[in-house]
């Protein structure tokens, strides 16, 4: 099943396993004890994000090593960025705008 | 640079909005006015080097505002906010469109849904703005519409600030 990324970062586990994996390869076990939730819910969240292509697989040995695909999360950090750049000028802008308002009333 | 507040910007896939909150060194009823009076929304509304152009504005539920975003070349593009909720200080609510000169909604193109919420805090006025879209596959078509070009200069520019800003 093809997914779009933006389903990777939509659910804060998903964010917060992209955090971890980001740092160092990782298996489903040793995400896991990062946290509350089952071994079951980690493999979910592994799959979606196989399916988003943000993580692959790497087997080593018997155990398998999810890493991240450095690539498609640039990808996304571009997208999103732009967009969080077109609020930041704008409002950059409307600080000017709202100091000349604080003139005006003085 | 100036030492600004940043943008605290949040896409939320399962309801497909875009969540953007920044914080202003101005009273509610100066942050309140920059959004709802022409002549100072055109000062900011467009990102440099675009401009924002109002040809009206109707500020009252069931009013519009029909404005252009006008490039560097002169190029325009044009939508409308159809105002459907208004609580003075407090919120507006608006339906955008991709539209012609005269208000001729774009019909291929879905609108989206904004919800503007202001806050008060000391000295400082808290902006809220939620942007639902129909799908997020929207938000690349508009970015594609109208700022793509506009903004790679600014981006260029701007991209060390935000280096360290990953998700």
């Known amino acids: 099943m093809r997914r779009d990324v933006f389903q990777a970062i939509a659910d804060p586990s998903r964010r917060a396993i992209i955090g971890l994996i980001a740092l160092q390869a990782m298996t489903p076990n040793a995400l896991a004890e990062h946290f509350d939730t089952s071994r079951q819910a980690i493999s979910k969240h592994l799959k979606i994000l196989t399916e988003c292509q943000i993580v692959k697989q790497d087997p080593q040995g018997r155990e398998i090593y999810y890493k991240l695909e450095t690539a498609k999360m640039k990808e996304i950090d571009e997208w999103l960025e732009q967009f969080r750049q077109i609020w930041e000028n704008r409002f950059n802008e409307l600080d000017q705008v709202l100091l000349t308002i604080k003139t005006i009333e003085k | ?167």
Not at chain 2, 131 to 145: C, G
């Open chain 2, 1 to 167: 640079m100036k030492n600004n507040e940043l943008v605290d910007f949040s896409i939320d896939k399962e309801n497909n909005t875009v969540n953007v909150k920044r914080v202003f060194a101005a009273p509610i009823s100066n942050v309140w006015a920059a959004w709802i009076e022409r002549e100072l929304l055109d000062q900011w509304w467009a990102p440099k080097p675009w401009k924002s152009k109002t040809k009206s504005m109707d500020f009252k539920v069931g009013g519009r505002r029909l404005y252009a975003m006008v490039g560097p070349e002169g190029e325009e593009h044009w939508a409308i906010a159809d105002y459907t909720v208004i609580s003075p200080k407090t919120n507006f609510k608006y339906l955008d469109a991709f539209c012609d000169s005269d208000g001729n909604i774009t019909e291929d193109f879905p609108r989206s849904d904004w919800n503007v919420d202001f806050t008060e805090s000391g000295n400082t006025t808290i902006v809220y703005v939620t942007i639902k879209h129909e799908n997020l596959s929207d938000l690349e078509t508009i970015i594609e519409m109208g700022f793509k070009e506009g903004f790679t200069m600014t981006l260029n520019e701007l991209a060390n600030i935000f280096l360290s800003n990953q998700i």
